[in-house]
């Protein structure tokens, strides 16, 4: 079983080249056994549009319809081309219902399975401030679905998040409700798939400078967010996949993208991303994790 994820610094509203980008990443020469080997790759929020639109008319151009627009084919044809089941974040325009002329837009994202089969559809819960220019909060919320992995003979059970989802609702729920995970553990989910435009603090030198060192405080903040499936006796397997870069005004991305196993009072990563690098980390689940954090009670 290989995982991915795609960590690249999209520029804001350049989809074409972003996509681009996105592929000359997937076709390094390290990578050329992708195509026989990998099982799920994840992307980040709004992979190919950016994220930072600071209201509806400047996202307006890029919304896409539902699990049919650029994005779609994008993870479409390149789920044919590795042979694996992708998932892409993208900024959704549906009408609802049936011929109304009625829009709803969403943060979503839609995963494809290597036959162009959209095997889930989420769209985000908790909604960050940037988001609220243009989405609406998910009517159905939080979802865990099983997912068919080619060259798996199982389908494994993954909940579904993106970014903002893992924080305390608005900021003002308490801390501990932990919403997502605690929908996670309810619905015995064995994977946690997080797409992610998530920001930070660091100075833009320290992205150019330190691109390869991962963002250490924002790692320590996303385990403390998934304190109750650390806690847990069952092991959930962590994919987070966030972007990189910068986009105007002021908005400088984590990167940090890693994947993991969590549950029994530890930390397991296979794999982590520096702040600042576009990369594709992938991860052989059947090996032993690079390294080990235990919870101290």
Not at 73 to 87: D, Y
Not at 143 to 150: G, R
Not at 251 to 275: D, F, K, N, P
Request: aromatic letters at 10%; one cysteine or more.
């Amino acid at each position: 079983m290989r995982v991915a994820c795609l960590q690249f610094s999209a520029k804001l509203g350049m989809v074409g080249e972003n996509m681009t980008r996105a592929n000359e990443l997937l076709q390094e020469p390290q990578l050329e056994d992708l195509g026989s080997n990998l099982d799920l790759l994840i992307l980040p929020e709004l992979a190919f549009t950016g994220y930072n639109f600071l209201s509806f008319e400047a996202i307006s151009p890029y919304l896409e319809p539902t699990a049919a627009g650029a994005s779609f084919e994008w993870a479409k044809a390149t789920a044919a081309r590795l042979q694996c089941t992708v998932t892409v974040g993208y900024p959704e325009r549906s009408v609802q219902p049936a011929g109304s002329l009625d829009a709803f837009c969403y943060n979503s994202t839609v995963t494809v399975s290597s036959t162009g089969q959209v095997l889930a559809h989420y769209r985000k819960t908790h909604l960050y401030y940037t988001d609220e220019h243009w989405a609406q909060e998910s009517p159905t919320r939080w979802l865990t679905t099983e997912i068919v992995l080619p060259r798996s003979p199982d389908p494994i059970r993954a909940t579904f998040g993106i970014c903002m989802d893992l924080n305390p609702y608005k900021f003002t729920a308490p801390w501990t409700l932990y919403e997502l995970c605690s929908h996670a553990i309810e619905t015995q989910c064995q994977y946690l798939l997080l797409s992610m435009a998530w920001l930070t603090e660091q100075p833009s030198s320290s992205l150019i400078h330190e691109a390869e060192r991962p963002d250490l405080e924002t790692m320590g903040y996303w385990c403390s967010r998934l304190q109750p499936l650390i806690d847990h006796p069952t092991d959930v397997i962590v994919v987070i996949a966030n972007r990189c870069g910068e986009e105007p005004p002021q908005a400088r991305y984590a990167g940090t993208s890693w994947i993991g196993r969590v549950g029994q009072g530890r930390i397991e990563a296979w794999g982590m991303l520096g702040r600042g690098e576009e990369n594709v980390l992938v991860a052989d689940l059947t090996q032993t994790p690079q390294w080990t954090l235990r919870s101290v009670q």
